[in-house]
């Protein structure tokens, strides 16, 4: 196996790229020359530049975003990092955020509701069927998100205690930084199998995909908030309504995001893969 090779958070600065727009100026009273500064859960990898892509086209405004684990992305705006949205992965950050005022009180609101999956590496596919194959020898290394920071590493870690497995395959779990990187481990092979967000997989993804039951984790119910004194207040609540009005939506689904349901839904009942014992 080659090392696991971390990698830094996913910065993009969509403003040159889509809009054609200069860098974010220096003098605070160039007000409309900075971008609208996104900050993202990173199982938004391939929705988010599709509504950022939206939004720009349709207020003629730039934006620039960060994808990265949703507990560090929170901890970044408590030390003052110059975010004006934030989406998070999950609820508990941003209402965190609302309750100490680094998020406008109000301004938490769902956006849509993810699901867990587990990728397996093309070596391992002949062993691995479902979750309880993770303790097959064959298995050697097991990516997740680290679940301190990361809601989607949180769920993994649910699934496999909820299935008494947890302790058992503590020696093979690789922490990751993000969910992002942990479903690179697998397509690369430098995991056997992942742990990661449906929402991550698109139509090549190189790795055979199988559907985790969500009654084995929480519900994955993401929450969205503005950042409090955001200098761009009005464009964040544009880019808000746009994640949560009819395009947003399609776009998250598309990305493989169901929509959001009350904060705490039931979970769905099991059609596939692994179901409690």
């Not at 004006?84 to 965190?96: I, Q």
């Not at 397996?120 to 680290?146: C, F, M, Q, T, Y």
């Not at 993401?222 to 609540?237: N, P, T, W, Y």
């Amino acid at each position: 196996m080659r090392p696991l090779r971390p990698g830094p958070p996913i910065y993009l600065l969509l403003g040159a790229a889509l809009a054609g727009c200069s860098a974010p100026a220096t003098d605070a009273g160039a007000r409309d020359a900075t971008p609208l500064r996104i900050a993202a859960a990173s199982d938004l990898q391939r929705a988010l530049p599709r509504l950022v892509e939206r939004y720009q086209a349709e207020s003629g405004a730039s934006a620039s975003m960060t994808l990265d684990a949703s507990g560090r992305l929170a901890e970044q705006i408590k030390a003052g990092a110059p975010y004006d949205v934030f989406l998070s992965a999950n609820e508990k950050f941003v209402r965190d955020l609302e309750e100490q005022s680094f998020v406008e009180p109000g301004t938490g609101r769902p956006y849509a509701r993810g699901s867990l999956v587990l990728c397996v590496h093309p070596s391992a596919a002949a062993a691995v069927k479902g979750l309880r194959d993770l303790a097959r020898p064959e298995v050697r290394w097991i990516a997740i998100a680290n679940p301190e920071f990361a809601p989607y590493g949180l769920a993994a870690r649910q699934a496999l205690e909820a299935i008494g497995l947890w302790g058992a395959l503590g020696p093979k779990i690789v922490r990751a930084e993000s969910v992002r990187q942990a479903f690179v481990y697998a397509q690369r092979g430098e995991a056997d199998v992942a742990l990661v967000s449906r929402s991550l997989i698109g139509a090549d993804p190189g790795v055979s995909v199988i559907e985790v039951d969500p009654a084995l984790y929480s519900p994955m119910v993401q929450f969205l908030g503005i950042v409090a004194g955001s200098k761009h207040r009005d464009e964040a609540e544009a880019f808000a309504r746009l994640v949560l009005g009819p395009e947003g939506q399609a776009i998250l689904r598309e990305s493989g995001l169901a929509p959001p349901g009350p904060a705490t839904p039931p979970p769905a009942p099991a059609t596939k893969a692994e179901t409690r014992p």
